[in-house]
């Protein structure tokens, strides 16, 4: 019978983390990436269970290669093929899971069903995808703007598109916790905005950091002077094909091109969470371009998430 785990925390929402937490994870990070070698067997016995309701090319393969380059396993479950949320609930899941694993990651559709997944479990449940949140792909976006321009600190960052989505909640946890300015351009419909919770909840936290978070309907007005243009698709998976015509009128003021990014700091580089529409969201000269850093932060979810397991597992040991 596996031991009782302790104090367990879930990475369920970078809004569930302190700065000092989320720094002491990049730092983490940061070192696994620089010692690879000596983290070979970190998680040596360990098996995370990696749960799937959407498709998944960088969040399968960074999780899954992260385990094996620790040292531990992973195990790929299909959720299309699964009693999960039909005959058996998030709840009892997480419960059952927890007697064979050590930690569970799960790429859902509701947020509500990875809140209750993690509520059943005795083992970390990290998030990898949620409609409301996806804070791997944050973490390993910070992680790589630190990297690329030395510091977090002053950095401004641009979110255009379509906002009503887990990468931009995420970016405005993230950014306003961890000190960055953050600006968001998008229509001014609700179907198109964050939710405005999390705009609140962002603005509170900037103004003890003393740093911006601001949501306007201009472009170029959100691009201003940014370190970071960062963009998503406009036709997320929840999205059906049907409303694709009059999406693509609503969103083409805030395509990412030449002409937008000549708006930014000189310096400015540009960000996909991936997969990407080249000619609808950003043109092909932008993120094929010397600008564009999306293979980097591509590859830094393979290098955040292996810190993340660490953090986690290490802090949650079984009680003998």
């Known amino acids: 019978m596996r031991g009782i785990i302790m104090a367990i925390r879930h990475?369920?929402?970078?809004?569930?983390?302190?700065?000092?937490?989320?720094?002491?994870?990049?730092?983490?990070a940061s070192v696994v990436k620089k010692n690879q070698k000596k983290y070979g067997k970190a998680l040596s016995g360990k098996t995370l269970l990696m749960m799937f309701a959407k498709p998944s090319l960088r969040t399968r393969l960074s999780f899954e290669e992260g385990m094996i380059e620790l040292g531990g396993h992973a195990i790929h479950y299909d959720l299309s093929t699964s009693p999960f949320g039909k005959k058996e609930s998030?709840?009892?899941?997480?419960?059952?899971?927890?007697?064979?694993?050590?930690?569970?990651?799960?790429?859902?559709?509701?947020?509500?069903?990875?809140?209750?997944?993690?509520?059943?479990?005795t083992v970390p449940v990290i998030n990898g995808l949620t409609n409301f949140s996806h804070?791997?792909?944050?973490?390993a976006d910070l992680m790589t703007i630190k990297e690329h321009f030395g510091t977090l600190k002053g950095i401004?960052?641009?979110?255009?598109g379509d906002s009503n989505n887990n990468v931009t909640h995420s970016l405005l946890f993230g950014c306003s916790i961890m000190g960055l300015d953050i600006s968001i351009g998008c229509p001014g419909k609700k179907d198109f905005m964050p939710n405005p919770d999390v705009v609140a909840s962002a603005k509170r936290q900037a103004a003890k950091n003393k740093t911006a978070v601001i949501v306007t309907d201009d472009a170029s007005e959100a691009v201003r002077g940014a370190h970071v243009?960062?963009?998503?698709?406009?036709?997320?998976?929840?999205?059906p094909d049907s409303e694709k015509a009059e999406r693509l009128r609503?969103?083409?003021?805030?395509?990412?091109?030449?002409?937008?990014?000549?708006?930014?700091?000189?310096?400015?580089?540009?960000?996909?969470?991936?997969?990407?529409?080249?000619?609808?969201?950003?043109?092909?000269?932008?993120?094929?371009?010397?600008?564009s850093i999306v293979v980097h932060q591509a590859e830094n979810r393979l290098h955040f998430q292996k810190?993340?397991?660490?953090?986690?597992?290490?802090?949650?040991?079984?009680?003998?």
């Not at 401004?156 to 255009?160: E, G, L, N």
Request: glycine content about 4%; overall charge neutral; hydrophobic content about 40%.
């Open 90 to 121: 998030p709840e009892d899941t997480g419960r059952i899971a927890s007697l064979y694993v050590d930690c569970i990651m799960a790429r859902l559709f509701e947020h509500s069903d990875i809140e209750r997944l993690a509520s059943g479990s």
């Open 307 to 320: 810190g993340l397991l660490v953090w986690l597992l290490d802090k949650y040991k079984e009680k003998k």
């Open 11 to 28: 990475f369920l929402t970078l809004r569930d983390y302190s700065r000092k937490e989320l720094e002491d994870m990049l730092r983490l």
């Open 156 to 160: 401004k960052v641009a979110y255009v």
């Open 250 to 291: 609503a969103l083409q003021p805030y395509q990412v091109n030449t002409a937008l990014m000549k708006k930014a700091n000189k310096n400015a580089v540009f960000m996909h969470c991936l997969p990407a529409e080249r000619g609808m969201e950003v043109t092909a000269d932008v993120i094929d371009g010397k600008q």
């Open 229 to 239: 243009v960062y963009t998503d698709s406009w036709m997320s998976y929840h999205i």
């Open 135 to 139: 804070p791997c792909q944050v973490m």
